[in-house]
């Protein structure tokens, strides 16, 4: 499942340096995450990584992005060239 930014996002520029696959970017006035590039940090971190630093609750899981460890393991490989 990847992570959604939500409604609650303040646009502090705290999550963006946080994730290791580039995934977040400015929207307007929100910041978004691509799914097709979030991995909700496995293989790299315990936790996400933008939801840790978010001093709000914007950072949330995306129910109409569901994937499993594997298939999110498998996502990190292909963008990072494993």
């Known amino acids: 499942m990847a992570i959604v930014i939500n409604d609650e996002c303040i646009a502090c520029d ?7 696959n580039d995934a977040i970017t400015e929207g307007d006035p929100l910041y978004i995450i691509d799914p097709d590039l979030c991995t909700e940090c ?4 315990d936790e996400p990584q933008c939801a840790a630093v978010c001093p709000t609750d914007a950072c949330v ?5 569901e994937e499993t460890e594997e298939e999110l393991l498998e ?8």
């Open 42 to 45: 496995i293989g790299f971190h």
């Open 61 to 65: 899981k995306d129910p109409d992005h």
């Open 14 to 20: 705290a999550c963006v340096p946080e994730c290791p």
């Open 75 to 82: 996502k990190k490989k292909r963008i990072h060239s494993e």
